[in-house]
């Protein structure tokens, strides 16, 4: 008898240890663990300069063709218009899919050019592998964030720094992976970044889904708890790559610090599922309080009931389509208001649209051109290779505290303040002029201040832009307009990195090789040394900053009264109603078991 009772009793502790493993791997906290491993690896675009040199001297390329390459980067990561039109209609792991296949076939073609193991591509050739490459960062992104956005909407503002923050650290998590096993064989990482985050993302895309109406007041207290362990890591990081840079590592020591990097980083797995088990509690309790409502309706109902919640989730119902056609053509310059949901030509129409745009194109067209092109800046000013190395690697933490700063500060910032988010984008835009212009004027050491400032500048404009789309344009088609908004970076670094700073570049270094009676052979890369190669053009990037800060407070002064009032009250209403729904159709399943 008693031993009956002990197998009954293994039995039902292995059904309820099986239930709960189920029910953590199909639970909105583990899709929120998935998408943090997914864009940790998702960062290859902020790598550029890491091999920007292997391409220049490989192929023999000057600074302006150099630069067109990192303009079609930019584009090709920017330019995710039809995945967001994708992601509309389909469940997150099709552009996820997508984004993998773009990742490997773009990065694996760069790499056998470089490695000379297919004959020497044209330009043009190596701007669309690139570009392919890059454009699956469009992809990971729409269908990570955007799920991630609609599936807490009340905390948007963190979800997108957390996550953009671990984008922005991918850059350092790849490198370290790459010092372990390839050392400093650059041409090896560009193998890493096409064949890794490909494999990442397949491994987790089946949990990417939209989990609708299950967030809970409290939901701000888990991603804090996820905000600390990502400090954790970049502390750790920062840590790391200093002692890299100031001792020689052995291939031993790598795998060491490698391990205890990988270890970090999943180290949000703990708090999944410490809030699994108290959803699992409150569950238990409900049922309990339950026991005694009224009677079942048969099965089949039930099941039907859920079979259309689950196909809810996962496509749009006919209505809204409809209606998304009617809008979208009859009532385009009659948009709703602020922070309802705008269609996508109502968005893209709108002054405010215009004005963030173009802010924009001034922030993140000057910040990327540092972002391109650090390593070229430095070996100009003359800093030794070792700190250029560093500055390079320790970008990505920059970038990191940007968009961790911004989705967080700024979140407590509007919540308790009411402070208009686009303020916080103008300050942005300000803070970054004086990074500009450390570099323009070659202040002694001063590129270790301006990787900082641009660094931070830089990761802190994507959340901003993306929150600030999604409060005011709603969240209906987040995906596309998501991907709207995001243009703005490729015009900008045209503009900037190309015709600015390379043709200026080129010039200077022609110049120089005139003076000295050299003559420039074919397929030889051009070098320019001293200040004079990127200080007209930081001093005009300076300029277009400080015009993007003056715009965006045009954006400050319409949307002031929209932030005063409380922007996420219709997101907390609807998700208790959801939740109230949710609790009854899961009492009715119980009894209907029972």
Sequence with gaps: MASSKQHEHVGTSWKNSKGF?????????????????????????????????????????????????????????????????????????????????????????????????????????????????????????????VTSVKNFPGTRGIVIGLLSGYLGLSAAIITQIYYAFYRNDSKSLILLMAWLPTAVTFVFLPVIRHHKGVQQPNDSNAFYNFLYTTLVLTGFLLVVIIVQKSFTFTKTEYYVTTTLMLLLLTLPLAIVLVEEQKILKRKQEHNINSEDNEDPP?????????????????????????????????????????????????????????????????????????????????????????????????????????????????????????????????????????????????????????????????????????????????????????????????????????????????????????????KRKSGEELNCNGTECYKMAFIIITAFSLFGALVSLILVLRTREFYKGDIYKKFREEARNAEGEMGVTQNKIGQAEG
């Design 21 to 145: 493993t189920f029910q953590v791997l199909t639970g909105r906290w583990f899709m929120v663990f998935s998408s943090f491993m997914i864009m940790s690896f998702s960062g290859a675009s902020y790598m550029f300069s890491l091999y920007s040199r292997e391409i220049k001297s490989v192929l023999g390329y000057d600074q302006s063709t150099l630069n067109l390459l990192s303009f079609f980067k930019d584009l090709g990561s920017n330019i995710g218009i039809i995945s967001g039109l994708i992601n509309e209609v389909t469940p997150p792991c099709v552009v996820l899919t997508i984004g993998g296949v773009l990742n490997f076939f773009g990065y694996f073609m760069i790499w056998l050019a470089v490695t000379r193991k297919i004959a020497k591509p044209q330009v043009w050739n190596m701007c669309l592998y690139i570009f392919i490459g890059a454009n699956s960062h469009c992809s990971t992104n729409t269908g990570v964030i």
């Design 298 to 518: 048969k099965p089949l109902k039930i099941t039907t009931e859920m079979s259309c919640v689950e196909k809810s989730a996962q496509s749009p119902q006919p209505g809204p389509t409809s209606q998304k056609q009617v809008s979208c053509w009859k009532n385009i310059f009659s948009p709703p208001s602020r922070g309802e949901d705008y269609t996508i030509l109502q968005a893209i129409f709108s002054l405010d649209m215009v004005i963030l745009f173009l802010a924009t194109i001034c922030g993140l067209g000057g910040n990327l051109t540092v972002v391109n092109n650090l390593s070229q800046i430095g070996t100009s000013l003359g800093y030794p290779t070792n700190s250029i190395t560093t500055f390079v690697s320790l970008m990505a933490i920059w970038i990191y505290l940007g968009k961790i700063a911004q989705g967080v500060v700024s979140e407590i910032i509007i919540a308790k303040y009411k402070v208009p988010r686009p303020l916080i984008l103008t300050l942005i835009l300000v803070l970054s002029c004086v990074g500009h212009l450390l570099i323009a004027f070659n202040v002694p050491n001063g590129l270790y201040a301006a990787s900082i400032i641009i660094g931070f500048c830089f990761g802190a404009n994507w959340p901003l832009l993306f929150s600030i789309i999604s409060e005011i344009f709603g969240l209906k088609f987040y995906s596309t307009l998501y991907n709207v908004g995001s243009v703005a970076s490729p015009i900008g670094s045209y503009l900037f990195s190309v015709r600015v700073a390379g043709y200026l570049y080129d010039k200077e270094a022609r110049r120089q090789m005139e003076a000295l009676g050299l």
